[in-house]
């Protein structure tokens, strides 16, 4: 009797306790992920707070309208010409021309490269594009901006008219920086798709481009728009190589090859030349708002996109 | 498998301290940075020390720069840090009121950029810069008068044979409404401010324009003396040559003040350092090789509204 | 016979396409090493910039760059590993889980000029930390945790359920499966994906033209005193790197070698990056096979 008592009663403490470390280190871990995975929240809404809390002072302390910021056209900070006026539509207008002409000159491109990765030599092929793709990611947008201004730029001046300086050479300086993000997520999509659809497309005879076109991209259409918004986000808030290549002048341009702006562009040129909390530093917090609530509206797109494709 | 375990729990709580000490030093930051300030000031009755913060303009940075380096070289300032950053003089005028910066690098007269501040700040002149409007080299004009030049930046005038060059576009490659450069120029050149024109091009940084200048077929700009060299067309203003002389005397106009603000009057170190680049060893040394005039040598003197007196 | 000459020229394109992507980098590459490794030697990569003189190099510069992605590693490190590991082991379907991957998802796409000028009005001003290699850590912290966020999530998923399974029938504990089961496994394609993501750190300038500054102070390189401040490990000190002195450079280079100067740099930054990708690879091999081999052991 007496052993069988004291059994439970030796093992029992011992038990107790390393079930309390397994306890207390779980506990621990578990707060400590948590806590770094709130910390994320944290920075956003901290920096959701501050840009907006001098972004938001253009309208309720300096009295701009909101449509007199985003429809006007005429922007005249330092009101040079009487009273200042902030209109950004001409910036509105050249973040989007820019971006949306970089995604059209990338997407083809980058499809073709995840096609040719994939499937055309899905050996080699993806040995030679995967680490070109790399690269060209990691080459730092001060040296994109760079070749822009001593490549890109007197190369359009001496084939278009104009100075060569403008949204054409400013999204062809893009479309190269964002080939990659468009590239990987298309061939992530291709690589991922089951086998059976192609072969069976193959068996009922098609071509390889007949499975290519009416098989495989129909199928990762979703996805492959989803690396181009994602292409465009990047290309929307791109600052240094745009802003040197773009000319920098407040007004929608007449031609792709004429001198325009992007938010990012202005907000680059000015920042460092007003003061803050003055009208003209507020007016570029807002356009850094702006250019923030567009990340929001840029990501949206993104999950209807993979949301449909998921059905 | 124990000792990874172990390895790893060891690496875990060394991040939580990194971490915490990084929270801890962002908590006590503020209030040491300002006890520190405060205790320096005493000790510096015996020998200077302590740091300075010099921020803003980037026309300004490179003397500045160059200045501290020598300064800090210097066996009785050996315990001062000067560090100096760009950022636009904007910045430097936000940083020296708001008391981030003890001193603040400006292009222009801080009346200019700041309303109430600006009577806290006092302005010490440390160099003058002059402008000198370029050209690309092809376009066949060596001279413009002051209403040429208004007409050409205001878009009255659009083709280089309007005023005696060749028959080519004019591209006006211009600096941002909100430069100080731009200011210069408007103010003291063509005596009118000017919208943005539709087409033109606009450079907020000397190298940028230069090489835009240089290359393009028309383009016409300005520049600080101290950028110009034989890739651009360097005119004469009123048939005035920009130079060093003609600035010193008063014929050539288009020129401002680069201004180092501080916040009420400096604290000694700030005065020391301050001293020391308008002593004659900076200013007709680094000063005049880095392309500024020193302000001792000007004949004119101009106040925040423009006024010259002799 | 028509499907079959679509088929061929669809082909063709998409083959030319690619090539042409290929043709793209190695000329960017080309351009960039042909205009700058002339300029490349012991001199340049160690010396300090000069203002108006010919002859200056990037040696700061460069420790600066170096410097600079190991505080921003030091600071990521453990923190993009614990929210990866939360999303990836404890996160549940819900609420909190579905912002946290909304957040990590803008975070990532945030334009780099925005988190630069909320370093410049949160962190340089407001905390008064002013132009410093810390307040440049943190900002690229913010570019860089949902990247790792994201590499150590997809890292734990990957790992074969097995794994998972055999542990918990041992009744270990969640954290120790955590630690001791999964981690290893992961850690190859976290340290690949990070050393990847590093990269990133390299090159950029928008945010840090905010945050730490566009220039250094005097360095004295036999001072190791982290609190000094001309000693170059001292995180409190205002830094340029690379990136932000090609940037200043082809803006407002006095020197009359400026333009060599600038493509040298970019060069050197260009070969880094290389460097970089190759590192990260071999890293990956090499952790992968130490890991699997262990585990044979243990």
């Known amino acids: 009797m007496k052993t069988i008592d004291e059994r439970p009663v030796q093992v029992q403490p011992a038990r107790g306790t390393r079930w309390k470390k397994h306890h207390a280190e779980d506990v621990a871990g578990r707060s400590y992920t948590f806590i770094c995975a709130a910390l994320l929240i944290v920075i956003i809404l901290s920096i959701v707070y501050f840009v907006a809390s001098k972004g938001l002072a253009t309208f309720f302390r300096d009295g701009v309208s909101l449509s007199d910021f985003l429809f006007g056209t005429t922007w005249d900070p330092e009101g040079n010409n009487g009273e200042p006026m902030y209109g950004v539509l001409p910036f509105i207008f050249g973040s989007f021309a820019t971006s949306l002409l970089a995604a059209l000159i990338a997407s083809p ?6 096609l040719f990765m994939t499937e055309i030599v899905p050996g080699w092929g993806k040995k030679l594009l995967q680490p070109v793709i790399e690269l060209l990611a990691g080459i730092p947008s001060v ?33 190269v920086m964002i080939l990659p993000t468009i590239t990987s997520v298309a061939a992530d999509a291709l690589a991922s798709l089951p086998r059976g659809l192609k072969e069976s497309s193959f068996a009922l005879g098609a071509t390889r481009w007949q499975t290519i076109s009416r098989v495989i991209l129909p199928t990762v259409l979703p996805s492959i728009l989803t690396g181009v918004v994602l292409g465009m986000a990047r290309a929307f808030g791109e600052a240094l190589a745009v802003q040197m290549v773009i000319g920098n002048a407040p007004h929608i341009p007449r031609s792709l090859f004429e001198s325009a702006s992007t938010l990012t562009s202005v907000i680059t040129l000015d920042m460092g030349n007003t003061v803050m909390g003055s009208a003209h530093s507020n007016a570029l917090w807002s356009m850094a708002l702006a250019l923030m609530f567009m990340t929001f509206v840029f990501v949206m797109i993104v999950r209807l996109l993979e949301r449909r494709h998921r059905i | 498998m124990i000792k990874m375990k172990k390895s790893l729990l060891m690496l875990c709580t060394l991040a939580l301290v990194v971490m915490l000490a990084a929270c801890g030093s962002k908590n006590t930051e503020d209030t040491s940075s300002a006890s520190g300030a405060a205790t320096d000031d005493k000790s510096s009755a015996t020998e200077l020390s302590g740091s300075i913060l010099a921020v803003g303009s980037t026309a300004l940075q490179p003397l500045v720069e160059q200045a501290a380096q020598k300064f800090m070289a210097e066996s009785q300032y050996s315990k001062i840090q000067v560090q100096v950053q760009g950022g636009g003089s904007g910045t430097g005028l936000t940083q020296v009121a708001g008391g981030q910066a003890d001193i603040g690098n400006s292009d222009v007269f801080a009346e200019e950029k700041l309303k109430d501040e600006a009577k806290d700040l006092v302005d010490h002149q440390v160099a003058v810069v002059a402008m000198a409007a370029v050209t690309n080299p092809d376009v066949g004009v060596d001279s413009l008068t002051k209403q ?9 005038v659009t083709n280089w044979k309007e005023v005696g060059g060749k028959d080519e576009k004019i591209v006006i490659v211009n600096r941002p409404a909100s430069s100080g450069t731009r200011k210069t120029f408007e103010k003291y050149a063509l005596g009118t401010s000017t919208e943005d024109l539709k087409g033109s091009i606009q450079e907020e940084s000397s190298g940028t324009v230069k090489k835009i200048v240089a290359e393009s077929p028309g383009a016409i700009g300005y520049l600080a003396l101290s950028y110009l060299d034989d890739k651009v067309k360097v005119l004469k203003y009123e048939g005035v040559e920009a130079t060093v002389e003609n600035v010193t ?13 501080t916040k009420g009057e400096p604290k000694p170190e700030v005065k020391a350092f301050l001293d020391y680049i308008a002593s004659d060893a900076v200013q007709n040394g680094d000063v005049v090789e880095l392309g500024y005039i020193p302000v001792s040598k000007m004949e004119v003197k101009r106040d925040a509204e423009g006024n010259i007196t002799k | 016979m028509r499907a079959k000459l679509t088929d061929k020229i669809a082909t063709f394109f998409i083959v030319v396409f690619s090539l042409l992507i290929v043709a793209v980098l190695v000329g960017l590459i080309g351009f960039i090493l042909v205009r700058g490794l002339s300029h490349i030697d012991w001199h340049f990569l160690t010396s300090v910039p000069q203002t108006i003189r010919e002859g200056g190099g990037i040696g700061p510069q460069l420790f600066n760059s170096l410097f600079l992605l190991v505080l921003t590693l030091i600071i990521t490190i453990p923190l993009g590993l614990g929210a990866g590991i939360y999303m990836a082991e404890y996160a549940k379907p819900g609420k909190i889980t579905g912002t946290i991957r909304l957040v990590v998802e803008v975070l990532s796409s945030f334009p780099s000029i925005v988190v630069g000028l909320f370093g410049l009005l949160l962190i340089v001003n407001t905390f008064g930390f002013g132009f ?3 307040s440049g850590a943190l900002v690229l912290t913010i570019f860089n ?9 997809q890292a734990f998923r990957s790992v074969p359920k097995e794994q998972k399974e055999a542990g918990l029938a041992l009744g270990l504990s969640k954290w120790k499966i955590i630690s001791s089961v999964l981690f290893p496994v992961a850690l ?11 990269g990133r750190v390299f090159g950029e300038a928008a945010a840090l033209l905010f945050t730490a500054g566009m220039s250094t102070p005097r360095l004295d390189f036999t001072n190791w005193n982290p609190l000094s401040p001309t000693s170059p490990i001292n995180p409190f000190r205002p830094a340029e790197t690379l990136a932000v002195h090609i940037w200043k450079i082809n803006s407002e280079g006095l020197a009359p070698d400026a333009a060599q100067i600038a493509a040298g740099a970019s060069a050197v930054l260009v070969i880094l990056v290389l460097l970089f990708n190759l590192f990260a690879r071999w890293l990956g091999g090499v952790l992968y096979k130490a890991m699997t081999a262990s585990k044979r052991m243990g």
């Open chain 3, 188 to 198: 190859p394609s976290i340290v690949t994906g990070t050393v990847l993501a590093a």
């Open chain 2, 148 to 156: 040429q030049l208004v007409d050409i930046f205001t878009g009255k």
């Open chain 3, 145 to 153: 945790l949902p990247l790792m966020v994201r590499i150590t999530e």
């Open chain 1, 109 to 114: 491109l980058s499809i073709c490269a995840s």
């Open chain 1, 143 to 175: 040296v994109y901006g760079f070749i822009g201004l001593t490549v890109v730029v007197p190369f359009l001046r001496n084939v278009f008219p104009g100075q060569g300086i403008g949204i054409a050479a400013g999204a062809i300086v893009l479309s």
């Open chain 2, 249 to 261: 005397s008063g014929k050539y106009p288009v020129w401002a003040y680069e201004h180092m603000y």
């Open chain 3, 132 to 134: 410093s290699l810390f």
